[in-house]
């Protein structure tokens, strides 16, 4: 007959299925009625009463709950002795009971202190009873498959999972005899959690017949650490295939354990600190990875300048003597919401010269303080809430770390502990010097991209337009958001440079690379750009002599013949990542509508009509600035007054998730939603078309172009004769006094007549006049001929020589710009309006 224990009434185990039993299965108790088992409270009231107490003592639990278990006891205690022991404190010794009956019983007993949930504690009493189990001889234990082991713990386990035996090395490990075990369940002699597991594998063995293995960790009272064991569980069966019961062996593996638990601590912090460039990220990274294997409370503290500090002393140097001053950059506890904090993350506190924390910075060495006394005003001086907390949530071992870094002092790190109760010693100390260590070269490493970093991106905002210039081409917005990416800030560039005869060259561009070297490159390019733009350049001529500027820039950047051929080589690499470019010129004329363009490998801009369509022009791409060599084609479209012109880099259509075609299309899209400003379409532009994260720099013009008005242009075309100077003189005075300008009329007859005497006499025909009515007051010449004027200063007795020094101190600016049927020469005179 086979009972509820899976043995049989043989002593063989049935056959069950392999695997651990669930964790929520009942204990394996078979007898339980031969175990006598009382709890007694603090106040030494009796609270459970088992069955087998009623058998030792004949008292039912009826009687004895709710009452003080000393009336029990037949004269004093014996005194009490507290034995370090794997789980907790325990007591074992012979006292005197009264029986129900009246007569009295000498009783072993053994009882363990335990803690119970919600504050205070009890005291589990537990005795075998007598005739439970008998001591087996040498014989029996051979008889049962049990061979005495020399260097281990072992001990025997009959059917009932009742302990039989011991050897010396048991005895040894649970600090009892065999008598004092005898006859008791292993998680009653034990009375802890993780032996509970044990006895449930126990059971397995009895029901499977095939052996397990468990691994155990307890806190061992007295000790200053966790316990390791390895426990190897068998059945023992005796020459006939009998099953009489389960053997365990138990090897102490703490030092295994715990070095496996540096090693993994170590593994985690090499994978989990310095997955980022940034230092408050990097520092929580260090503060989540030491909670909760390793302390109970970890702060990172950081000098307050630490991102452009290159010494610790720099940023405390103006601190009182004596006094830190840290900001609190990350923290991490194992109780929700960091309760123990007295800080924010980003606030800032001071140190006083006595704690642990200053004097781990004042000497750069780690500070340990393995038993800490919360009443010492060392820690709490400096913040009114820091001894509350130390003392409400028994801060009992403290270590603080220094955060060194290539010669620097960055800051300390504090590890905590208060739940768990062990301290903190030597060999955790090494263990946090290492994982700070590494800790501190990876805030470094943030410290240092962030201030190249941000140096690279105030140089970039140096170097674009903050604002763009008053003209009346087009409206215009821009947005430039640089990379969020490990490369840092790249190159990208956007402009608006007003031209003569009203019309505007808008420009984006982008170098390759990316940091300070990038954004110094695009710095010379734009200043190019401009440079070019102010003489009027066509923008396929434009570009040719930028490209010609690249490829110098090259040149110059190339390695000195006595570099090391290594070195050359690297250099040349950097070379070529860091001069390549790309450009889109464009110039618009309001008064023509045409809009003219040239691309170096760039993206073709998007037009967007007045009616909403959206196009993309073919503009031939070209080559990429500094290839050299190919030349580069201009295209002219025809735009619509009120036409939307969308000039961007590639990081706004283009990345590493998203490739050029996506990213037209979502640009297509978004441009087809109607918007109330220009600043509005920048917004939703960067709000929808780039990925979540992108990974380049975009740079974004947008320019809605306007049409000037006819009425404000006049224009005539003139004969090659030196009597119609006069004429055109009269024909600017009449249209003047049409614009109601009069008291400019007087300049511009002077400027008119000028230009147009230089126009007949040294030019050839046709020769056309135009005015012009924007912020200022524009006059041109045009004529066939290709030779420019050149300012020079007339000698004394020269007859000519002086008509452009007159026109050049009469007017704000003049020039020249050569077109495909000759030349235009122009002069801007301010307008008093």
């Not at 020459?239 to 985690?268: F, K, N, P």
């Not at 800080?343 to 642990?356: H, I, K, T």
């Not at 390695?559 to 080589?569: F, G, I, N, Y």
């Amino acid at each position: 007959m086979v009972d509820d224990t899976g043995v049989d009434d043989t002593g063989v185990g049935r056959t069950h299925s392999d695997g651990d039993p669930p964790p929520d299965a009942p204990l394996h108790v078979p007898g339980e009625e031969l175990t006598a088992r009382a709890v007694v409270d603090e106040h030494g009231t009796v609270t459970e009463w088992n069955e087998g107490a009623r058998r030792l003592l004949g008292h039912p639990a009826a009687e004895i709950v709710g009452r003080p278990a000393a009336g029990l006891v037949d004269g004093e205690i014996p005194g009490e002795t507290l034995r370090r022991l794997p789980g907790l404190p325990r007591w074992t010794g012979t006292v005197r009971l009264r029986h129900r009956d009246g007569h009295v019983e000498e009783v072993r007993l053994l009882a363990h202190h335990r803690t119970v949930e919600g504050g205070g504690s009890d005291w589990l009493v537990l005795s075998a009873l007598a005739g439970a189990v008998s001591a087996p001889d040498s014989d029996e234990l051979a008889a049962w498959g049990f061979r005495q082991a020399s260097c281990c713990s072992m001990e025997l386990y009959d059917t009932r999972l009742r302990l039989v035996h011991a050897n010396r090395f048991a005895e040894r490990a649970m600090n009892l005899g065999e008598e004092e075990m005898r006859g008791l369940r292993h998680a009653e002699i034990m009375a802890h959690p993780e032996f509970d597991r044990v006895e449930r594998r126990m059971a397995e063995v009895m029901r499977t017949g095939r052996p397990q293995d468990v691994e155990v960790q307890v806190r061992v009272a007295g000790e200053p650490r966790r316990q390791a064991w390895s426990l190897s569980l068998f059945p023992l069966t005796d020459e006939h295939g009998v099953l009489r019961g389960v053997g365990l062996s138990a090897h102490d593996r703490t030092d295994q354990y715990w070095a496996h638990q540096r090693l993994h601590l170590l593994s985690d912090a090499g994978a989990r600190i310095g997955s980022t460039l940034d230092v408050t990220l990097t520092a929580q990274e260090l503060a989540d990875v030491a909670v909760p294997g390793f302390a109970d409370f970890v702060t990172v503290e950081l000098l307050p300048d630490v991102e452009r500090a290159e010494a610790g002393e720099a940023a405390y140097e103006h601190a009182p003597a004596g006094v830190f001053r840290l900001r609190r950059a990350a923290q991490q506890s194992v109780l929700p919401g960091v309760t123990e904090a007295v800080l924010r993350p980003g606030e800032v506190d001071s140190w006083p010269a006595d704690s642990p924390t200053a004097q781990c910075l004042a000497t750069g060495r780690a500070v340990l303080r393995a038993e800490f006394d919360p009443w010492s005003a060392d820690w709490w001086a400096g913040h009114p809430g820091r001894l509350a907390a130390v003392r409400a949530f028994g801060i009992h071992s403290v270590m603080a770390v220094p955060l060194n870094a290539r010669g620097h002092t960055l800051g300390v790190a504090v590890f905590v502990r208060h739940q768990r109760p062990e301290s903190f010693g030597e060999a955790d100390l090494l263990l946090a010097e290492e994982i700070t260590a590494r800790a501190a070269v990876c805030i470094d490493n943030a410290r240092r991209y962030t201030r190249e970093r941000d140096t690279a991106l105030t140089l970039q905002r140096t170097l674009l337009p903050q604002r763009l210039p008053a003209q009346a081409a087009v409206e215009a917005a821009f947005r430039y958001l640089p990379s969020d990416t490990l490369a840092g800030v790249g190159g990208d560039w956007f402009d608006l440079i007003p031209l003569s005869g009203a019309r505007v060259a808008l420009v984006v561009g982008d170098v390759v690379g990316h940091g300070i070297q990038a954004s110094a490159i695009m710095g010379r390019l734009r200043t190019a750009v401009r440079t070019l733009a102010d003489i009027d350049l066509p923008p396929d001529e434009l570009l040719t002599h930028l490209d010609d500027l690249v490829i110098r820039l090259s040149v110059d950047a190339a390695p000195e013949d006595d570099v090391p051929p290594d070195r050359a080589t690297e250099m040349a690499t950097e070379m070529a990542a860091g001069l390549g470019a790309t450009c889109l010129y464009a110039v618009y004329d309001p008064v023509s509508r045409a809009c003219t363009l040239a691309s170096a490998g760039h993206p073709a801009p998007a037009v967007v009509g007045p009616a909403g369509d959206v196009a993309f022009p073919d503009v031939p791409p070209g080559p990429p600035l500094g290839l050299g060599g190919v030349p580069f084609e201009t295209t002219e479209i025809v735009l619509a007054e009120g036409s939307l012109l969308v000039l961007y880099t590639d990081g706004l259509v283009e990345s590493r998730e998203q490739d050029l075609d996506e990213g037209t299309v979502r640009l297509r899209r978004a441009l087809a939603r109607p918007a109330a400003s220009l600043d509005e379409v920048c917004d939703a532009l960067l709000a929808s078309v780039p990925p979540e994260d992108p990974g380049d720099d975009i740079a974004l013009l947008l320019a809605r172009t306007r049409v000037f008005d006819p009425g404000r242009v006049a224009s005539w075309d003139l004969p090659a004769d030196p009597s119609v100077v006069s004429r055109a003189r009269r024909l600017v005075t009449a249209r003047l006094d049409a614009w109601d300008l009069p008291e400019v009329s007087f300049v511009a007859e002077l400027v008119v007549s000028e230009l147009v005497t230089n126009a007949i006499r040294h030019a050839e025909p046709p020769i056309r006049l135009r005015l012009l009515r924007d912020r200022r007051l524009i006059c041109e010449v045009s004529d066939a001929s290709d030779t420019a004027p050149h300012l020079r200063r007339a000698r004394t007795y020269d007859e000519g020589g002086r008509g452009l020094l007159l026109v050049a101190q009469l007017s704000r600016a003049w020039g020249t710009r050569h077109t495909g049927t000759g030349k235009t020469i122009w002069a801007s005179l301010s307008l008093d309006e």
